[in-house]
Nanobody, 125 residues
Framework: QVQLVESGGGLVQAGGSLRLSCAAS????????MGWFRQAPGKEREFVGG????????SYAEPVKGRFTISRENAKNSVYLQMNSLKPEDTAVYYC??????????????????WGQGTQVTVSS
């Protein structure tokens, strides 16, 4: 079992920044590929970005490319999502997710085995 706990969400004005954190436990962290997803009210959960097991590769959804950055610190069992130049359309509950096998960064929710409880990000205009 893998437990994931997100933190760092909140209310921010458009153009501002937030950094989300996700702390993992229950499994050797560098055996996990990690992803960030988000879900806005009335919409399906969507891929934001992902990072490979040791952080050498990242992948981002088009709407966030150039604004969001994913990183990880395996020594701290943590993955981060730095969000800059935030827009009102970034408002959503943000989830981190872990995949326990393979080396590819997947953008589908079905590819991930464990999920955090989510943290709310609200961007005001």
């Amino acid at each position: 079992q893998v437990q994931l706990v997100e933190s760092g969400g909140g209310l921010v004005q458009a153009g501002g920044s937030l950094r989300l954190s996700c702390a993992a436990s229950g499994r050797t962290f560098n055996s996990l590929s990690m992803g960030w997803f988000r879900q806005a009210p009335g919409k399906e959960r969507e891929f934001v970005g992902g990072i490979s097991r040791v952080g050498e590769r990242t992948s981002y959804a088009e709407p966030v490319k150039g604004r969001f950055t994913i990183s990880r610190e395996n020594a701290k069992n943590s993955v981060y999502l730095q969000m800059n130049s935030l827009k009102p359309e970034d408002t959503a509950v943000y989830y981190c997710a872990a995949r326990t096998y393979g080396y590819t960064i997947y953008d589908s929710t079905t590819a991930y085995d464990y999920w955090g409880q989510g943290t709310q990000v609200t961007v005001s205009s």
